[in-house]
């Protein structure tokens, strides 16, 4: 507790781009944008909020996601 209030702290995830953006929709590639992955073997550390584990779902075929 800090000064009287719940303090939450997120889980972090880390999302490795595994496959190529190339020959898919639009929107899986606009999707990888999204989380901040540019080329494959581009790491970046999120925290694991709805929306994020969400576009993770979208693109589940190009990343490979990993609890911190």
Do not use: W, Y
């Not at 595994?18 to 639009?26: D, K, L, Q, Y």
């Not at 999707?31 to 540019?38: N, S, V």
């Not at 581009?42 to 589940?60: N, R, W």
Request: hydrophobic share 35%; net charge positive.
């Amino acid at each position: 507790m800090v000064n009287g209030e719940k303090v939450f702290t997120m889980k972090k995830i880390r999302i490795t781009q595994t496959r190529s953006g190339i020959g898919n929709t639009i929107r899986q590639k606009r999707t990888l944008e999204a989380l901040g992955l540019k080329r494959i073997r581009h790491s970046v550390e999120l925290d694991a909020t709805p929306q994020i584990l969400g576009m993770c779902k979208k693109v589940e075929h190009l990343v490979k996601v990993e609890e911190i």
